[in-house]
């Protein structure tokens, strides 16, 4: 299953996230996933694996596992390198081993304190907070993201963490369309009206964190999980499956691609069977509904010591 983004390409629903994945981990769990099926792969220079993960891919296309047409590659600007767009695009090609990604994302609507290309430092300023960069604009960076796509580093280019305003904005002044808005999304936090926006304007949502971020973001954020709601419970028994299928399979229906990260092969397949599996009836996408609490997993705050999202 896979959607169309306004650029021509096809994006699969379905793929698997590397943030937090253990470099020790990632070429079984790469190569594994491939011989599952999994086609869509959302990696980043901040997560700092990528050197790791372009191993695991350039294993799998030279043993002829997969072809590389057949895979989609996402990677991300980091905040820092925002005035080193290009430089920063071709540092994470250079560590993927790719000619090209099929998704280059701005990680975050923020410019802060260069530390250099690919370091992706987060440069705190004497009060703690994250020192922010007043020189670069967003539109900048859009239209430097915009000449990626001229030079042919990149097929589609898009946003992320942007919320609906700063995504207007950016149809505003982009002369080349967002493919992509990624951002948190789960039952817990849903955001609907960006949902909405976003698919009146082309734009293909994505949801980060579809899982609410699971034990993760519990232990590092004191975050509560979505995974433990009594009615996702209730809906894992009626359905026979996990809690974990049922929101990805309510992810899946609203039309927006979710990429849970995993490092168990279990759920790997586990997460994979949403696709064909099992279809949630519209009564219970209603009930999902009833249980938003507009509740943030990932608070940025815990690190950069200001709440960017304010």
Not at 201 to 216: E, F, K
Not at 250 to 269: D, F, H
Request: hydrophobic share 40%; proline share 3%; charged share 25%.
């Amino acid at each position: 299953m896979a959607i169309s983004l306004n650029s021509g390409f096809e994006m699969p629903l379905l793929g698997l996230g590397v943030w937090r994945m253990e470099k020790d981990q990632i070429r079984n769990l790469i190569i594994t996933a491939i011989k599952l099926g999994y086609r869509h792969f959302d990696c980043a220079a901040h997560y700092k694996n990528e050197v790791e993960v372009g191993n695991a891919l350039a294993e799998a296309f030279r043993t002829g596992l997969v072809k590389r047409e057949e895979v989609f590659i996402t990677s991300k600007l980091w905040n820092s390198d925002h005035g080193h767009v290009v430089e920063a695009c071709k540092d994470s090609l250079k560590k993927l081993q790719l000619d090209y990604l099929d998704l280059y994302l701005i990680h975050f609507p923020i410019a802060s304190t260069h530390t250099g290309v690919g370091t992706t430092g987060s440069v705190l300023d004497e009060d703690k907070m994250l020192d922010m960069d007043t020189t670069i604009s967003l539109e900048t960076t859009w239209h430097d993201m915009e000449k990626l796509v001229a030079m042919g580093l990149v097929r589609s280019i898009g946003i992320s963490n942007y919320d609906m305003f700063l995504t207007r904005d950016c149809l505003a002044y982009s002369k080349i369309k967002p493919a992509v808005n990624q951002f948190e999304s789960h039952p817990y936090f849903q955001r609907e009206s960006l949902i909405k926006f976003c698919k009146k304007h082309g734009i293909c949502a994505t949801a980060h964190t579809p899982l609410g971020g699971s034990v993760a973001n519990t232990e590092y954020f004191g975050s509560i999980s979505c995974l433990d709601d009594p009615v996702l419970k209730g809906l894992a028994k009626k359905y026979e499956k996990s809690v974990a299928q049922i929101v990805l399979r309510w992810g899946i229906q609203r039309n927006i691609a979710v990429i849970p990260k995993t490092s168990k092969v279990e759920r790997l397949k586990e997460n994979l069977q949403v696709l064909e599996d099992f279809k949630l009836s519209k009564e219970d996408m209603d009930l999902i509904k009833t249980i938003d609490r507009k509740y943030r997993t990932n608070p940025a705050s815990k690190t950069w010591g200001l709440d960017v999202y304010a």
